[in-house]
């Protein structure tokens, strides 16, 4: 069929919704009248020449097309030999260096050819002053703790052709990475250590870390240096395994004193002479504009700094007082002066810095695991700290940085439905309103037990949120009693405070401790702090505390052997990553046999925490009576790994409800 010149044009017209222009009938014009196929027209009559054309029934214009997205450059290939030798290299499959991982290649050839092939160290046939920078800290990673034969320095023959250099330049940047990535604390593979070690760890992605060292320079080394720890105790230990490795120092001269008693600040003793010589004094306290020289026998400051520096030297606490084991120290000519504790030792607790943030911020609170004792700090200055209970080897602790948001005073405590299932036959055809001191709570088909706020309540009277993927806390224990045990390992993994109103003082500025305390008993209430605040579950077994004595603790959950064998060190067990068995399960719940699963979908909304522990007899004072509960000996009762229901994530319901 003919289609009518007039009826193109119509049709174009209605497209581009605007009246044909003189240019679009012109190209009409030239169109094939006798065009055929799928074209939308009516087979109504031809309408007269001059008629007005006829709209489309629920047309509507389409909405332009967008534009396709720009593909990614394709890099261009260098044209120069030296930039063709680069790339020849990188789509070598030959590694560059061994650990280098296949996303550290990808950031180093994207760092390549980005600069189309061009050298990073190498100008002119010879090393850069960067390259030399960076090679220096390579040769020295012994001094963080590192293994500086794991950064192999490549070799530069003297009249190196393209080939050469390529290789030597990108080995080079290999080894960077990779110090870069280790110093982060990328060299071991925690989770072969424990599934409870959940750092998260700001490693370095690899063109990152050469575009800073590439603009540093001759600093570059320095830059490189940097991705190590700063805080205080990282370099604390650094500088004790410095002194360890260096040349022992010359015994020191015994000193023999007579017996008295213990000498301090401003006291008088003949045997102050006696010390005032040993350590090289002025035989007596030098005088001042407002007073003439002190007597001899004057235990003063400059005499209680000398004792305090060979305390330091000798392992003691370095309180500056002449006592006991100070006098026996002076005594022994023959023990050498060298600094206690192995280079092993110190390399293990070193490489646990790495594990928090670099920064841990003027304001946080720490944890150290197997010291038993939190601290925290305002202003980067220690403003308190206090006494915890951690988890038993067998519910341990996890160790992560968290922020903490909120705090409940007068909490309540919700028995989890890993324990309230194994009630769930008693609690079905139970009519009353409380069992054993906690109140049931019903909504819809499901049971409830909570155990309501006051002083027998398992969490006590405050707990600190800091949301994390095991639901652990700080919190209050009404048994406070187990405080005063040295070893104090008796949580199924959340810490227990010791006076956590000191606590709250420290964290809550616009609450003291004194208006804190006038909340309990009034009901359950939130505080949310005015910033969120970093919490840093650590783990230190060996330590330089604030008098700068060096401080070892024993390996509350085992971890020291398997790190030593993840960095090769002595004492491991082994050279490669180890791993310890599979932590125990937790115990499980008294409870009576064979419960009925219609009960078991209890979840509570994720204001409402699974809490620290079922409190057993035991260890909480707030114990349901005990013929309520008997042992559960089920064969298909799978091992729980961690606190029921608190740290192995339950199916999520289908509704919004769900824990943290």
């Known amino acids: 069929m003919r289609v009518p010149r007039s009826s193109l044009m119509a049709l174009a017209a209605l497209l581009t919704g605007t009246v044909a222009s003189a240019a679009l009938a012109a190209d009409t ?10 074209v939308a027209v009516s087979p109504s009559p031809t309408p007269p020449p001059n008629a007005a054309p006829a709209a489309l029934p629920d047309y509507k214009p389409e909405a332009p097309a967008a534009e396709p997205a720009p593909a990614a450059a394709a890099p261009v290939a260098p044209t120069d030999p030296l930039g063709a030798a680069v790339s020849a290299r990188l789509a ?41 920078a960076v090679a220096a800290r ?51 593979n925690l989770a072969a250590i424990s599934r409870l070690i959940t750092p998260h760890l700001d490693l370095p992605a690899g063109n990152d870390v050469l575009t800073k060292l590439g603009d540093a320079g001759a600093k570059a080394g320095d830059v490189l240096e940097g991705y190590n720890p700063a805080t205080p105790g990282y370099r604390a230990l650094k500088a004790r395994l410095a002194s360890l490795r260096g040349p022992a120092p010359a015994a020191v001269k015994p000193l023999r004193l007579p017996s008295g008693p213990a000498l301090r600040l401003g006291m008088h003793d003949p045997r102050v002479p006696l010390l005032r010589a040993h350590f090289g004094l002025d035989s007596r306290p030098t005088g001042t504009f407002d007073q003439g020289p002190g007597e001899p026998d004057t235990y003063d400051s400059t005499v209680a700094d000398a004792v305090s520096k060979f305390q330091r030297g000798r392992g003691l606490p370095a309180t500056g007082i002449l006592n006991v084991q100070t006098v026996l120290a002076l005594a022994d000519a023959g023990r050498s002066a060298r600094p206690t504790g192995s280079e092993a030792e110190l390399i293990v607790n070193m490489e646990r810095w790495r594990w928090l943030p670099g920064d841990l911020g003027p304001d946080y609170i720490l944890v150290n695991v197997p010291e038993y004792r939190l601290r925290a700090y305002r202003g980067g200055v220690l403003r308190d700290e206090a006494r915890v209970i951690v988890g038993k ?26 324990i309230l299932k194994t009630m769930a036959p008693k609690l079905a055809g139970y009519g009353g309103k409380t069992w054993g001191g906690y109140e049931v709570v019903r909504r819809g088909g499901h049971i409830s037990l909570r155990q309501p706020p006051g002083e027998r309540n398992a969490l006590g009277f405050i707990k600190f949120m800091f949301p994390n993927q095991h639901a652990v806390y700080l919190h209050d224990t009404p048994n ?41 008993g ?48 002595p004492g491991g067990g082994g050279a490669a990553i180890a791993r310890l068995p599979d932590e125990a399960p937790r115990r499980k719940a008294e409870a009576v046999p064979a419960p009925p699963k219609v009960h078991t979908a ?22 349901p009576p005990r013929h309520h509960l008997r042992r559960a000996a089920r064969a298909d009762d799978a091992p729980e790994y961690g606190e029921p229901g608190l740290w192995t994530p339950a199916p999520q319901p289908a509704g919004p409800r769900s824990y943290w």
């Open 138 to 188: 390579l040769a020295a990673a012994g001094e963080d703790g590192l293994d500086a034969s794991a950064y192999t320095i490549p070799n530069l023959p003297g009249k190196p052709d393209e080939k050469a250099v390529a290789d030597a330049d990108l080995r080079l940047s290999a080894a960077a990475v990779l110090y870069a990535r280790d110093a982060r604390g990328g060299r071991v």
């Open 480 to 520: 406070r009693s187990l405080f005063s045990a040295a070893k104090r390992d008796f949580s199924h993994g959340c810490v227990r405070v010791d006076d956590p109103f000191r606590l709250a003082d420290a964290v809550l500025p616009d609450w003291s401790e004194e208006r804190l305390k006038k909340l309990i």
């Open 29 to 38: 014009a030239a169109l094939d009248t006798s065009v055929a196929g799928p």
């Open 92 to 132: 070598d499959p030959a590694p560059l260096l061994l650990r280098v991982t296949t996303k550290e290649r990808d950031a180093i050839r994207a760092f390549y050819e980005a600069r189309a092939g061009k050298p990073l160290w190498i100008a002119d046939g010879a090393w850069t002053e960067a390259a030399k």
């Open 522 to 569: 009034k009901g359950e209430r939130t505080l949310r702090l005015p910033e969120k605040l970093p919490v840093h579950l650590a783990y230190f077994t060996a330590y330089m505390d604030d008098s700068g004595t060096y401080r070892t603790l024993p390996d509350l959950y085992g971890y020291d052997a398997p790190m030593r064998a993840a960095l090769g060190l």
């Open 393 to 418: 080897p067998d519910s341990r602790t996890p160790l992560f940085s968290g922020l903490m948001e909120y705090a409940v005073v007068n909490p309540s405590w919700y028995v989890p439905p890993s």
């Open 602 to 623: 209890q979840r509570r909304p994720a204001h409402r925490q699974v809490a620290d522990e079922w409190p057993t007899g035991r260890y909480e004072e707030a114990a």
